[in-house]
């Protein structure tokens, strides 16, 4: 009985592979353009840094498992918590600012769905260190330089932009108090992903009070920075102006960074995670019909409630599996081969082992070369080696063989010309 793939979770034959190097690869190149270093930490950590640190969201989604030994352990569903344990371990002896980025394998075990699985590969950016909205402007518009080396441009996703700090602000002034914030952003992060009347039902079941109530559902309906001027103006709220006021200058900062194009004030953003402290945001597609890209925000306060030092951290997390959604419907999946330079056919039996010996020579010259494992059957050599992306055909054989040639075919201008023998590698390799 052939036993199958666990739930949720892929398999990736070479051609998924491709695909998932591509994304790595350009979510590398993104980060290390803006000066973001490698990071990563063990698969799995103690469950008791979660239950302290992620929200019960989160913690309802762990994979624990209790070892032999006794300790109570959990797969990592998101790398903050273990960026914050590792932080606070050095934090002194850290350079600052700290700018980390990693992609790194998780799991969840989610209610399998459309862009959700039950293990996916999680881009992270954070930085350290950098307080206020430059920091905030910089880990956004790193996102999206990734996004953008995959191909996707401002018509295609938005950014949607919010603040836990100007929520805070106001929800405190239209009557709510510090202590029930939690319960208002756990549904207000449901906004878009259930209907409209149930969404209301379960603001109506927080108690909240008919006055305050009405207010924040009016707050709620604002779609841009200037209906919320219009509506807070009119409740004459505001204590919220400095939390606004940052968010503006994220705005602005993202502007001078190019980014304009992309963003969006969206009030239904505060974010699942129990950590963030300021600017909140993710990442969409324009046409909705995703679940988000990317999330990350503003979490001032982790650091200390680790044990570490106050320090100002922002940061976001992006996912493959949206990704790669998206770019399918798109149709904006790369054609990725993954073939060597050179492919060397030994033309009869006898030539072989000298198709062989030019095979290994390019490669000590740190070349990619194969050779075909048949002598002959030319047809078939090259409609592998155009597959696979080769530039350069090296027949080893025949007529020139016996005149110290071999006859070398360039697949990008599909010109052919002999080369001697002697001294053939430094030509091919001066070549392609
Ligand atoms: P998050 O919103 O939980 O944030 O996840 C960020 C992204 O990871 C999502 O937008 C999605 O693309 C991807 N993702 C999450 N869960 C799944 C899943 N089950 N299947 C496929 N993709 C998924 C965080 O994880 C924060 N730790 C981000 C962060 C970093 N904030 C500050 N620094």
């Known amino acids: 009985m052939k036993i199958p793939s666990v739930k949720y ?7 998924e592979m491709r695909l998932r190097d591509w994304i790595e690869g350009n979510w590398r190149s993104a980060s290390l353009r803006a000066g973001f270093e ?11 840094l979660y239950k302290r640190k992620s929200g019960d969201e989160i913690v309802g989604q762990l994979y624990t498992l209790t070892t032999k030994g006794g300790e109570e352990l959990a797969i990592r569903p998101e790398m903050t918590p273990s960026l914050a344990r590792m932080i606070s371990a050095r934090q002194s002896a850290l350079p600052r600012p700290i700018k980390w980025f990693c992609a790194a394998r998780m799991c969840r075990y989610e209610r399998g769905q459309r862009g959700r699985l039950r293990e996916f590969w999680q881009w992270n950016i954070d930085l350290l260190g950098v307080p206020g909205p430059a920091g905030d402007a910089e880990v956004i518009s790193v996102a999206l330089d990734g996004l953008e080396a995959c191909g996707l441009n401002a018509e295609e996703i938005e950014v949607r932009i919010n603040s836990r700090s100007l929520m805070a602000a106001l929800l405190e002034a239209i009557g709510i108090p510090a202590e029930r914030h939690a319960a208002v952003y756990a549904v207000t992060d449901k906004r878009g992903k259930i209907p409209a009347d149930a969404l209301q039902e379960m603001y109506r079941e927080l108690k909240l009070g008919e006055e305050p109530l009405a207010r924040l559902l009016e707050v709620l309906t604002c779609e841009s920075l200037e209906d919320l001027g219009r509506v807070t103006a009119a409740m004459k709220l505001q204590s919220h102006q400095a939390a606004l006021t940052e968010l503006e200058d994220v705005f602005r900062y993202l502007d001078a960074l190019g980014k304009k194009a992309y963003l969006k004030f969206d009030i239904g953003i505060v974010r699942g995670l129990a950590y963030y402290t300021g600017p909140v945001f993710e990442i969409y597609d324009r046409a909705s019909k995703l679940r988000a890209l990317c999330g990350g925000g503003r979490y001032d306060r982790l650091l200390e409630t680790m044990g570490g030092q106050a320090m100002p951290a922002v940061g976001f997390g992006m996912g493959d599996v949206v990704l790669s959604e998206l770019l399918a419907d798109l149709k904006k999946l790369p054609t990725l ?14 030539r ?16 990619s070369a194969e050779a075909t494992a048949k002598a002959g059957n030319l047809g078939k050599a090259f409609k592998k080696a155009n597959e696979s992306g080769a530039k350069v055909v090296v027949l080893v054989g025949g007529r020139e063989w016996e005149q110290g040639s071999v006859r070398v075919k360039d697949l990008q201008s599909g010109t052919e010309r002999d080369l001697a023998i002697d001294g ?5 390799t001066g070549q392609a």
């Open 9 to 15: 979770m892929r398999d990736f034959y070479p051609a």
């Open 38 to 48: 490698p990071w990563d930490s063990p698969i799995l950590e103690s469950l008791e």
């Open 337 to 350: 081969q993954s073939g060597t330079d050179f492919v060397i056919v030994p033309l009869e039996e006898e």
């Open 424 to 428: 053939l590698v430094s030509q091919l």
């Open 352 to 367: 072989v082992v000298d198709a062989l010996r030019i095979t290994g020579m390019l490669r000590q010259q740190g070349r």
